[in-house]
């Protein structure tokens, strides 16, 4: 696994790569926005990016949304010394994957770091098929895409397992707390907001209009549901 840190503080730099390091990663940092986008063109092979949201410079705001539109499918963790409820948020919407608040454990980072990859390339076996079909939907399990009329929507590896989820189990309504176990992981400790932000951000992907198919369906109070459209 290939991580790239973005951190201006080289005290808390040096902790991230020595026990990033210690677990068996390979650790590439950057101390500013601008060096960290330098070096994410030049490599573009980075499993995961960490990246604090308090920069000089340009912000971790903008540097995970740039991110995000180079590297679609990039795992993405963000840093943050704030606990608001709108900073998670901003970080979420800007295309992040996780976060974690300052002041964190080590411990819990590299933990994080490991829930991330594996989401991203789960160990299980070999699905019966390797295609979920749901018109105009396909979705391709080996290379873990989403088509829509055959055109590529990328999304993140967050993302990716939310749409997985619900097109596997089509017309039935899944809980939030479900969604937020079987994604995030049992021992997730964030809030049920992250659902809701991850579940707007494929709305706008896959071009589900209010007054058009309901494709990614709000059940209020509830979940959400994939809905079977006919024929």
């Known amino acids: 696994m290939k991580v790239l840190v ?3 503080e080289k005290p808390i730099r040096d902790l991230l790569r020595i026990n990033l390091k210690r677990a068996g990663l390979e650790v ?7 060096e960290a986008l330098t070096i994410a063109g030049e490599n573009r092979n980075f499993d995961i990016a960490i990246v604090d ?3 000089p410079g340009i912000s971790g705001f903008q540097v995970c949304d740039e991110l995000r539109r180079q590297f679609p499918r990039l795992g993405i963790i963000m840093l943050t010394a704030k606990s608001q409820e709108v900073d998670k948020v901003m970080g979420l919407e800007a295309g992040a994957d996780d976060y974690v608040v300052k002041p964190f454990s080590p411990v819990e980072l590299t933990a994080r770091v490991r829930a991330l990859y594996r989401r991203m390339y789960p160990e299980e076996a070999p699905p019966p098929q390797n295609h979920i079909e749901l ?3 396909t979705l391709l399990l080996d290379e873990r895409k989403l088509l829509k009329n055959s055109i590529d929507i990328p999304l993140t590896p967050t993302e990716y397992s939310i749409v997985k989820l619900l097109m596997e189990q089509p017309g039935k309504a899944i809980n939030r707390d479900e969604i937020l176990t079987s994604v995030w992981g049992q021992y997730f400790m964030g809030e049920l907001k992250i659902v809701d932000v991850n ?3 494929i709305r706008q992907k896959i071009g589900q209009e209010v007054s058009g ?3 990614l369906e709000t059940v209020w109070g509830f979940g959400y549901l994939w809905r079977v459209q006919p024929c």
Do not use: H, K, N, W
């Open 199 to 201: 579940i707007s951000r």
């Open 28 to 34: 590439v940092e950057a101390a500013t926005g601008e």
């Open 6 to 8: 973005l951190e201006d």
């Open 213 to 215: 198919p309901q494709y």
């Open 53 to 55: 949201l308090m920069l």
């Open 135 to 137: 018109a105009p939907f």
